[in-house]
């Protein structure tokens, strides 16, 4: 069965520090994992797909296939990631279903 | 604008009181999900459409309804809304899968519904 965990639900650092929000998944198939944002009062959007290797909003985030984890870094928090942050995983065997995690709340403190 | 509409933002309602939810896209995709948003336990997917009168249900379907008539919309339907239903619900829809891989998914504003 599918799953997505993401084990800390709130993670509060300085402003320039280092961050990183964790994901684990279990899966059957060809996952794809993404990474979505949700920031105060607006709707979920896309940050990271890891077929994309990119980098967006200084945010990347590696596959790592041993450890089934696709944990997203930033070398340098802004005050401005602060906001909800959802690991999802789609998968091609399973055809449409989706799958997100729990969710982590990211505080950038000033 | 390529956008997802969903309508009412907000509902309070009664239970047993049938409802819908609308969902619209102006992007022409083919695949349309519904999920819902509660603390703790972050998006799960009610039901999805990957095109025009093909639904299927989702991880938690128990409760709602679906239908796909047209393209565009996807509205969800509460026959008898109970109060374990208040929660925060979101429309999203995609394009086609190209090649192995899945395209973004794109998501409206949310419609938060509360029931009595």
């Known amino acids: 069965a599918q799953r997505v965990t993401q084990p800390e639900k709130l993670l509060s650092v300085f402003k320039g520090a280092p961050v990183e929000l964790k994901c684990n998944y279990s899966?059957?198939?060809?996952?794809?994992l993404f990474w979505y944002v949700q920031y105060s009062r607006q709707r979920l959007q896309l940050l990271l797909r890891?077929?994309s290797r990119e980098s967006i909003k200084g945010f990347t985030a590696d596959l790592n296939k041993g450890e089934t984890s696709f944990h997203l870094k930033k070398p340098f928090a802004q005050e401005e990631d602060s906001a909800m942050y959802y690991c999802a995983l789609g998968n091609l065997f399973y055809g449409q279903n989706f799958v997100f995690g729990p969710g982590t709340r990211l505080s950038v403190l000033p | 604008e390529a956008q997802v509409t969903q309508n009412p933002r907000y509902l309070i309602t009664v239970t047993g009181k049938k409802l819908t939810v609308t969902c619209s896209q102006n992007m022409n995709h083919e695949y349309m999900s519904w999920y819902r948003q509660d603390p703790g336990l972050g998006l799960r997917q009610i039901y999805y459409?990957?095109?025009?009168?093909?639904?299927d249900k989702g991880d938690v379907p128990e409760g709602y309804k679906v239908s796909r008539k047209e393209k565009r919309n996807f509205p969800l339907i509460l026959e008898s809304p109970s109060p374990n239903q208040t929660s925060l619900y979101f429309c999203?829809?995609?394009?086609?899968?190209?090649?192995?891989?899945?395209?973004?998914?794109?998501f409206g504003p949310g419609t938060r519904l509360t029931v009595l």
């Open positions: 890891h077929i």
């Open positions: 459409s990957m095109n025009v009168e093909v639904t």
């Open positions: 899966y059957s198939g060809s996952p794809e």
């Open positions: 999203a829809s995609r394009s086609r899968l190209a090649g192995s891989t899945y395209n973004e998914q794109f």
